[in-house]
């Protein structure tokens, strides 16, 4: 498609771009708007510039006609035979601050637009944010303000702008592409802001026929669970579906044992085979050898189940593409959802149903985590334990080759015992379904991402076959559709009860470390609560004449236990505080051990205590996480969770 062509399309769907006129090879050029760039346009002129093949700066038709003259010369003079063929472009040229719109087919997002600051900058800064093509104007906006040249669309020294013009902009490159659905690629470089707004003033767009994209079909209730059966329960502690069988004894509805040697296990039946079980079942778990899942989901097709879990490995993990194929297709022709292959299993809280070959010791709470890594998991879950942290839903997705992670967002928010989301991301299936179940969803999404660099790619698709994809790219389209991203895997777990904090108050027998953690919590974008008159009286009746009346709370480095415990037992009743982080440096008359002591009773407000130092602090360390207390010992990590 010739230049003119393509402008004439953008036209056509509102895209503004600068004023043009096209002239035939033979015609003469006239146009009523000056300064104005020529341009050759031929297929057989690739590169125009080395070809001599652009003339700017024109300011009149006199030059014009002789400028078409020159590039006529300087073609034919490579070699290059022009005909009636070819055609020429004349552009107004503009003055303003050049922008950059453009477009990529994502693996992963499917078509996304980009903008950033435009012309020969845009690779130096790689100021870029990224649109997703079926965002609303919120989210829009969102994703543009992460670009810092948004800043000059903020009236920016009073010259005006507003970003709505950037807005407005981009929900017509979002109309022009999907009017379009050939288009696969798309620069629009530079887009000048000018005093009469965005324009166009070059474009390059590919167009490619890729195919429709596959529809999604419509799913049943993973997590409706009334009947379920272990296949592959084992009698042989060390055998995985042991585990599973043992965990699932605490389940309230219906749980069946499948194996084909029989007898019993834990008092119950073992069926030796899936025909063989009494009733129909709407979940199956299943762990046994990869050569003998397809033979069994037929037979579970044939009970009706509608769920299945697939704890076995060997599939795609392993370099087995076309079994996991087999297993794809089967899922899809019974209509059945599938966790798995590869994963940990499922528990579901309000049902006690733990069908995971992880520890039987999990609590019942509100949060939902869904993870590709089974050992990860294993290790939130133990440190969740340890925390008295409860869970309503946890999933383990494996190699993700069916339910993936847009479907259980968009059926956990139909769950009420789920009251946030966190996810354990090594990479995505289908990033464009996840953000539209992000955007509908009404429950906090949390998410850490591994595979943000090549190394870490590579190993994130030996572990679970998926695709790590772009992580800035991740990043910017999550956060615009309302997710947050996490630089502590912990704070998958912590995060959700800490989300609530506003006003975080420090205790602190040194001023250094608290000043640098004030900064880490602003950072964060939490607030220093302000002492009241009132506070600073209760806290002078116990504290040194020279601690700073201010918060953070300094009580001064000869502090030990008791000066801590007075002054815990005051701030707790702060009315505003809504978290209280506890330093506690290594000073000569430091009785850390004591302080640790102190720490683990209850307190009316959360209490987090940091213990700064190393050999002198490690006892109250040790003693603070074998009883479950979450604490750190780095400023940074404790602020990490907010």
């Known amino acids: 498609m010739t230049e003119s062509a393509l402008y004439d399309l953008l036209s056509e769907r509102q895209v503004p771009v600068a004023p043009y006129k096209s002239f035939g090879f033979k015609e003469k050029p006239s146009v009523d708007f000056f300064p104005v760039a020529l341009k050759i346009e031929s297929?057989?002129?690739?590169?125009?510039?080395?070809?001599?093949?652009?003339?700017?700066?024109?300011?009149?038709?006199?030059?014009?006609?002789?400028?078409?003259?020159?590039?006529?010369?300087?073609?034919?003079?490579?070699?290059?035979?022009?005909?009636?063929?070819?055609?020429?472009?004349?552009?107004?040229?503009?003055?303003?601050?050049e922008l950059y719109f453009g477009m990529v087919n994502d693996a992963v997002f499917g078509k996304t637009i980009l903008f950033g600051k435009g012309g020969v900058l845009l690779e130096l800064y790689k100021d870029v944010s990224y649109i997703s093509l079926e965002a609303d104007r919120a989210e829009i906006e969102r994703a543009i303000?992460?670009?810092?040249?948004?800043?000059?669309?903020?009236?920016?020294?009073?010259?005006?702008?507003?970003?709505?013009?950037?807005?407005?902009?981009?929900?017509?490159?979002?109309?022009?592409?999907?009017?379009?659905?050939?288009?696969?690629?798309?620069?629009?470089?530079?887009?000048?802001?000018?005093?009469?707004?965005l324009v166009a003033v070059d474009a390059r767009v590919l167009f490619e026929d890729k195919g429709a994209r596959t529809t999604r079909r419509k799913r049943h209730d993973f997590f409706d669970n009334k009947k379920v059966a272990v296949i592959g329960a084992s009698s042989d502690p060390s055998k995985v579906g042991y585990a599973i069988a043992k965990n699932a004894l605490s389940f309230k509805g219906e749980a069946y044992f499948v194996n084909a040697k029989g007898g019993e296990l834990f008092g119950k039946t073992l069926y030796k085979s899936v025909p063989d079980l009494p009733s129909d079942v709407d979940t199956a778990v299943i762990s046994i050898p990869a050569k003998f899942i397809l033979q069994t989901i037929e037979e579970l097709a044939r009970k009706n189940v509608k769920n299945v879990l697939v704890i076995s490995a060997g599939f795609k993990e392993v370099g087995d593409l076309d079994g996991e194929q087999k297993l794809i297709d089967l899922v899809n022709k019974y209509n059945l959802n599938m966790i798995g292959p590869n994963c940990l299993g499922y528990y579901k809280g309000d049902g006690d149903l733990n069908l995971t070959f992880g520890s039987n010791n999990?609590?019942?709470?509100?949060?939902?985590?869904?993870?590709?890594?089974?050992?990860?998991?294993?290790?939130?879950?133990?440190?969740?334990?340890?925390?008295?942290?409860?869970?309503?839903?946890?999933?383990?997705?494996?190699?993700?080759?069916?339910?993936d992670f847009g479907d259980l967002v968009e059926m956990l928010n139909n769950e009420p015992s789920c009251k946030s989301i966190s996810l354990y991301v090594e990479g995505m299936n289908d990033g464009r379904a996840f953000l539209a179940a992000a955007r509908k969803s009404k429950k906090p999404i949390y998410i850490f991402k591994t595979g943000k660099s090549e190394e870490s790619k590579a190993a994130a698709f030996s572990h679970t076959g998926n695709l790590s994809g772009n992580y800035k790219?991740?990043?910017?389209?999550?956060?615009?559709?309302?997710?947050?991203?996490?630089?502590?895997?912990?704070?998958?777990?912590?995060?959700?009860?800490?989300?609530?904090?506003k006003n975080a108050l420090i205790v602190t027998n040194a001023g250094g470390p608290a000043s640098i953690l004030t900064d880490y919590i602003v950072k964060r974008g939490k607030h220093i609560y302000k002492l009241t008159e009132d506070n600073i009286k209760a806290l002078d009746a116990i504290l040194p004449f020279n601690w700073p009346r201010a918060n953070p709370v300094d009580i001064i480095g000869d502090a030990m236990s008791d000066r801590y415990e007075k002054t815990l037992e005051i701030v707790q009743d702060f009315e505003g505080v809504d978290l209280i982080y506890v330093v506690v440096t290594p000073q000569f008359m430091t009785d850390g051990d004591k302080i640790a002591e102190l720490l683990l009773k209850k307190w009316n407000k959360p209490v987090i205590p940091i213990m700064v130092g190393g050999h002198d602090l490690q006892k109250g360390i040790d003693l603070l996480r074998a009883n479950g207390i979450l604490s750190f010992d780095t400023l940074k990590a404790a602020t990490d969770l907010l």
């Open 43 to 97: 297929p057989k002129v690739v590169h125009k510039s080395e070809f001599g093949a652009v003339k700017l700066n024109i300011t009149s038709n006199e030059q014009l006609a002789a400028a078409k003259e020159e590039i006529i010369k300087n073609v034919e003079s490579r070699g290059v035979k022009l005909d009636d063929s070819d055609r020429f472009i004349a552009t107004k040229m503009l003055r303003g601050e």
């Open 145 to 197: 303000r992460s670009a810092k040249i948004s800043k000059l669309l903020d009236n920016f020294r009073g010259l005006g702008f507003s970003i709505d013009i950037a807005i407005d902009f981009a929900e017509k490159i979002q109309n022009f592409i999907k009017t379009n659905p050939t288009v696969s690629e798309m620069d629009l470089n530079p887009v000048l802001l000018t005093d009469d707004g």
């Open 473 to 501: 790219m991740f990043k910017k389209l999550l956060e615009s559709a309302g997710c947050t991203l996490l630089n502590n895997i912990e704070a998958l777990i912590f995060r959700p009860p800490l989300s609530a904090v």
């Open 362 to 403: 999990v609590l019942c709470g509100d949060i939902a985590v869904v993870s590709q890594s089974g050992a990860v998991l294993a290790a939130l879950m133990d440190k969740a334990f340890q925390n008295k942290i409860g869970f309503s839903h946890i999933v383990s997705v494996g190699n993700m080759a069916d339910l």
